[in-house]
């Protein structure tokens, strides 16, 4: 949304601005997951509403190179969902924690209009520095993890009304863990890829070009919510990042280089 | 709500239950404020809910003995809200949180019906064990800080169509940092009064019953969010925490001696 620019710069200070803030080598990472905002309650069951809530939470610690523990849940449900309900979003928020050993410690209950998921994570740096979206230069490497468009194409069959199963990538998402914990300190910078390819390339690359190595279609650079890693490699690591992606059978897909132009594309935030 | 109780057992583990996750030295709370549940919009001005929301959030630390640090802030905006409304929103956030020396380090922001506030606070604790509301023994005399009723006589101003300033009970409920954290040592356990004096009895003394030796009027039990401190003092105690209330210059009412009974009265739980 347009206000959030003037809204974060209401709060600026040092430690804002990144998917997470860092007090000592703790990450808090705060989301809201909100239906008719990020669903619509009857495209996923409450089991599905739950992984991808955890997931989308746990994807901001993951890409600041932080193991996820704890987790604070807020939840506002409206009246009229039943005890059954209930349980299965919970058991979804708790089979997507405990993947990551991570444990729900507390939290707040409400009633509200519409199903309201406020996560926030507890994280703990892997290295001494959290991996940062900032800081890519001309030269870098650009990268990202994995296949894009999964997620876009589980988003158009439920605008059809059909149904994606729990492992669709809309649902549940490839958190690059392993890899981004291994790979960092050979990374300039890091993000995932949440607004989609096209807009989060002009935050990576700090509103710069990039000469494409590799042919993407539209789906690719358009689909949102697919929280694969994308990473700006300086050219003299790239053969070591590889090398851990392929340990990690990771696929890590070179997009091309920074280069000094200001970027073409200009991507929008929006949600469905 | 009702279904809360159902709630909390989905994810208990030895960490919940009090008002705040302990983890190590470090409390984590988190709360929700939202329109038409614990407010009207037009009841308030934006400054004063900015202050409110910050404000309840804070005592929850303060209550377990712990100093707040930092907040991370959730906001669900309506659409129509003016850049005025939101900078006067964040102003009165920012003003409460400086008067405990707490920084809002991050957050997240989406587009919502409702005025959606879902802070999260992390305080240190100011002493090994935090205060908690268990633990109360028959014998323990029960007291309470400050004058109760000015919460509910604000919301009857205002649901009266009145206007109530920002320094109504209602608005800027007082918090006992001071006093909690010196006398903590001598409490048997502590909590703050949000549910209104008759429900949160029914809490601290576990279900028991008091030997009143106060008159209390009927706006003094049941006026809810008024965030004044509610505790249990072994008798061997209660010079010391009396003496520690004046030092504070903080008004400690005796309310009575918890007995071996059931308790009599059954609060419920409501926002307005």
């Not at 495209?43 to 604070?72: C, E, F, H």
């Not at 444990?103 to 509200?112: K, R």
């Not at 694969?228 to 590889?242: G, Q, S, T």
Request: aromatic share 8%.
């Amino acid at each position: 949304m347009d206000k959030e620019q003037s809204i974060i710069s209401n709060f600026a200070n040092k430690l804002n601005g990144d998917d997470g803030a860092v007090i000592g080598n703790v990450v808090y990472s705060k989301d809201m997951f909100v239906e008719d905002i990020h669903f619509k309650s009857h495209w996923l069951s409450p089991r599905q509403i739950g992984i991808k809530a955890m997931m989308v939470n746990l994807s901001d610690a993951v890409a600041m190179n932080a193991t996820p523990r704890y987790a604070l849940l807020g939840l506002g449900l409206p009246r009229n969902l039943s005890s059954k309900y209930i349980k299965e979003l919970s058991n979804g928020l708790k089979e997507a924690a405990s993947q990551f050993d991570t444990q729900i410690i507390g939290g707040d209950t409400i009633s509200s209009d519409k199903l309201i998921i406020s996560l926030t994570i507890i994280s703990y740096l892997n290295a001494k520095n959290p991996l940062s979206r900032y800081g890519a230069k001309v030269g870098d490497i650009v990268c990202y993890t994995g296949d894009l468009g999964g997620s876009l194409k589980g988003l158009r069959t439920l605008l059809n009304n059909g149904k994606i199963g729990a492992n669709s990538r809309f649902v549940r998402p490839n958190l690059r863990f392993e890899f981004t914990k291994r790979s960092a300190k050979w990374l300039r910078s890091g993000m995932d890829i949440s607004d989609g390819l096209a807009s989060d390339l002009v935050k990576i690359t700090q509103n710069r070009g990039v000469k494409f190595n590799k042919k993407l279609s539209k789906i690719e650079f358009i689909s949102a919510e697919e929280y694969e890693m994308l990473i700006a490699v300086p050219p003299r690591n790239i053969k070591r990042v590889l090398n851990q992606a392929k340990i990690c059978r990771v696929k890590l897909n070179i997009l091309g280089k920074i280069i000094n132009e200001r970027a073409k594309f200009h991507g929008k935030f929006s949600h469905f």
